[in-house]
């Protein structure tokens, strides 16, 4: 297995693209899910979308069933499973499969939901437009 610690990436959520997150002061690798870009669909949110691949600095990754599976029993656990959408159950399960392979994670995300599972996992994260919680 390659040693990927020195790999800072990002992890996009749908708000990365809605809300303009200035993604070009990153140096980080970006990632997201189909399901992320699947809900994008507002014409400034996909020219924002459109530059980061246009550009090579956006990966999008299907997390496999086994981090899947491992998201929704960690929602289940907080007892906020049903608070969360596919979406968020899939961002969180790629921030999983990523940290399993080595690299230092941080997600993008203004979902509170999402934030109290990374939180309680603890997994970095970001705020994009709101404060995020504690």
Request: glycine fraction near 2%; aromatic fraction near 8%.
């Amino acid at each position: 297995m390659q040693d990927y610690t020195y790999r800072k990436v990002l992890i996009l959520d749908t708000a990365a693209f809605i809300a303009a997150a200035p993604l070009y002061l990153y140096d980080k690798l970006l990632y997201t899910t189909p399901s992320v870009i699947n809900e994008v669909k507002d014409s400034e949110s996909v020219q924002r979308l459109m530059l980061a691949q246009a550009v090579d600095r956006l990966i999008i990754e299907e997390p496999s069933k086994e981090f899947i599976k491992k998201a929704v029993d960690a929602a289940k656990r907080l007892k906020i499973f049903d608070k969360l959408s596919k979406t968020d159950i899939d961002v969180l399960a790629l921030a999983l499969q990523l940290l399993s392979k080595g690299f230092n994670v941080t997600v993008l995300t203004d979902d509170y939901d999402l934030q109290k599972v990374l939180k309680s996992m603890g997994i970095d994260f970001k705020a994009v437009k709101t404060i995020g919680i504690k």
